[in-house]
């Protein structure tokens, strides 16, 4: 036993701001689960915690390697030129591909110049899709034949396609023509 004399520290309640900034640093308790990842609603049920599915849907982004200049992109952000019904129909089959993934049987193909958005909407559809919790990743096509081509080269430095697992297919893809801006 401790010789140590037993200190009493008085307790005081945290204001809702201070609580909410615990929440917001990932502390690991959250107030609206305390810790479990499901949020009882009162009268219908328990749901995934937003905490879990913000948490998520942070590390599903990262993880989706969007380039800095197209971090931004989302499908709302984009705006078809004036009486361009090829864009519009685009924005339209994106927004769709994403609202009804995974109940889709097949993918987009996006064609067009330079400049018209192609990447913007491959982008837009990665971010959707990231915010329904699915994982994704962009890949410039033209990277990615270069690193296929690489990992058959065997003087080349770069570690086999498999052995670093970055060519591994994920669910969804947004992939970049290889066309040269
Ligand atoms: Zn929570």
Redesign the pocket.
């Known amino acids: 036993m401790s010789a140590q004399r037993a200190v009493i520290y008085p307790l005081s309640a945290a204001t809702n701001e201070v609580a909410e900034a615990r929440t917001n640093r990932q502390s690991p308790v959250?107030s609206?689960?305390f810790g479990t990842?499901m949020?009882v609603v009162p009268g219908k049920g328990a749901r995934r915690?937003?905490?879990?599915t913000r948490d998520r849907q942070a590390k599903l982004l990262e993880q989706a390697r969007i380039p800095p200049r197209y971090q931004r992109c989302s499908l709302a952000s984009y705006s078809p030129a004036l009486n361009n019904n090829a864009q519009l129909q685009a924005v339209n089959l994106a927004f769709r591909l994403t609202d009804e993934y995974p109940a889709v049987d097949r993918g987009l193909l996006l064609m067009g110049s330079c400049g018209v958005g192609k990447t913007h909407l491959a982008v837009g559809i990665l971010r959707g899709l990231v915010e329904k919790g699915v994982t994704g990743l962009f890949y410039d096509f033209g990277a990615l034949l270069k690193e296929i081509q690489d990992s058959y080269n065997p003087l080349s430095k770069t570690s086999e396609l498999n052995r670093s697992g970055r060519a591994k297919e994920p669910p969804s893809a947004a992939r970049e023509s290889g066309t040269k801006q």
């Open positions: 959250c609206s689960c990842g949020e915690c937003h905490c879990r």
